[in-house]
Structures are given as structure tokens and as C-alpha cells.
């Protein structure tokens, strides 16, 4: 059971992502295409389980099982797709066993990356989203401080209304920046 922590947003957490991005560049090097900062300690000033949420893009997923092993000796779990399909996932704990990082990891123009760009980058544009996300993640962690599928499972709605929100925006973006050209 794993205890349900937010906490305010720290600007530590961009430091944090490109210590660990330098890692698995290393490791996974040729193969990677761009690696991403995601997941709420990506979005300035909203409360966010402090865990850094890593999304890797590679040419091809089979080179990155090949590096499991790599992957390991930095002191992540291999949990293959993890319910997501196209995707490698892993996850770090620190040496008292608190999580600390995750990384999503897809082939490039995968619908899955763009999903979460879009995500992160519409919560960004629009802070008053992401200030009722965070409103939402604080009062779920106080009321399900050791249920983290009760913390997921509630977070899901607001998301998918969020998700679909982000995808409008970012076709209206695309759609405005076709008239210019």
C-alpha cells in the first residue's frame, strides 16, 4: 500500500528531470528521439505527488528491451507495456522505498505521446485547469491517504474532460497556425 502524497509545486523538479533525463540518454542513447518532462511536477504551481513522470521517445521499442538491464542497474523496475499497449514503463524508488520516478516510453508519433504533451502543455496555457487539478489532487490525498487506486480512480473523469479539452485546443492551435502560412 502506498501512502498518498501531494505536495506544492518545486521548482527542484525540472533539476531533478534532467539529472534523470541524462541518465537514461546515456543509456538508451542513439535510440531516443526527444525525452519530455510530463505529469503534474512538469506543471508550474499546482500540488503534485512528488514524483518525476519522465515520457522518452525512441525509433524502435525492441532496443529499449534490449537495455532492461540498463535500465536496472539505475535502479528501475521493468514492468513492460503495464496495461498500455506500444508501451515500456518503469519505475524508481529511493533507498527508503518512496517512489520517485516513473518513465513512459514510445516509439515516435505514437497517439500516446501526444496525449500527454498535450495535457501537460494545455495545463500550462491554462492555469485555471490546472488550479482545479490541483484543488482535486489535494482534497483526494486527504481523503484517500493510503488508497492510491481510490486517488487514481477518482482523479479519471476530470482527466478524460481534460484531455478532451486539450485536444480542441491544440487542433484550434494547429488549425489557426495553417491560415497564417
Not at 518545486?10 to 526527444?34: C, D, M, S, V, Y
Not at 478524460?160 to 487542433?171: S, Y
Request: charged share 30%; hydrophobic share 35%.
Amino acid at each position: 500500500m502506498r501512502k498518498v502524497e501531494v505536495v506544492k509545486h518545486n521548482p527542484k523538479w525540472r533539476e531533478k528531470f534532467q539529472i534523470e533525463a541524462e541518465k537514461i540518454n546515456h543509456i538508451l542513447g542513439e535510440n531516443i528521439i526527444t525525452i519530455h518532462h510530463i505529469g503534474s511536477t512538469a506543471i508550474p504551481d499546482i500540488y503534485a505527488k512528488p514524483i518525476i513522470d519522465i515520457l522518452v521517445e525512441v525509433k524502435e521499442l525492441i532496443k529499449v528491451d534490449e537495455r532492461n538491464y540498463l535500465m536496472q542497474s539505475l535502479g528501475y523496475q521493468v514492468m513492460g507495456e503495464f496495461g498500455i499497449i506500444g508501451r515500456r514503463y518503469f519505475w524508481k524508488n529511493n533507498q527508503e522505498g518512496i517512489r520517485t520516478h516513473h518513465v513512459h516510453i514510445f516509439e515516435v508519433n505514437s497517439k500516446q505521446v501526444e496525449r500527454h504533451l498535450t495535457f501537460r502543455d494545455y495545463m500550462i496555457s491554462h492555469p485555471e485547469d490546472a488550479q482545479k487539478y490541483s484543488e482535486l489532487k489535494f482534497s483526494l490525498a486527504q481523503k484517500y491517504p493510503t488508497d492510491i487506486d481510490s486517488y487514481m480512480n477518482c482523479k479519471d473523469s476530470f482527466i478524460k474532460e481534460i484531455d478532451l479539452k486539450a485536444a480542441q485546443w491544440r487542433l484550434s492551435i494547429q488549425q489557426s497556425s495553417r491560415k497564417t502560412i
